[in-house]
Nanobody
């Protein structure tokens, strides 16, 4: 079993920045050796969107809507994944979720993830 806990959400004005954290805990210490950790977001009326992913080898990929503005990183010693969000726009307002699953080329597909956090709300205002 893997537990994921997000934090760092909040309200910010457009153009501002936030950093989200996802702390992972597991009794299977090797699970992160061959799994990827990703951030998704879900806004009312829109589909869940994969926005960033990172693997244990620290390879990162981003969705087109956030590339160049968001940065995903991980601290292996802390089993924590971060999402640094900059130049935030009102369209970035959503519930942000951390997810973990087997490494896949289709990292943006939420069905491939086994474990999910409870989410943290991000609201960007003008």
């Amino acid at each position: 079993q893997v537990q994921l806990v997000e934090s760092g959400g909040g309200s910010v004005q457009a153009g501002g920045s936030l950093r989200l954290s996802c702390a992972a805990s597991t009794d299977r210490f090797t699970v992160f050796e061959d799994h990827m950790l990703a951030w998704f977001r879900h806004a009312p009326g829109r589909e869940r969107e994969g926005i960033a992913v990172i693997s244990r080898q620290e390879r990162a990929n981003y969705g087109d809507s956030v590339a160049g503005r968001f940065t995903i990183s991980q601290d292996n010693a802390k089993n924590t994944v971060y999402l640094q969000m900059s130049s935030l726009k009102t369209v970035d307002s959503a519930m942000y979720y951390c997810a973990a699953g087997p490494v896949s080329a289709y990292w943006y597909d939420p069905s491939g993830y086994l474990w999910w956090g409870q989410g943290t709300q991000v609201t960007v205002s003008t």
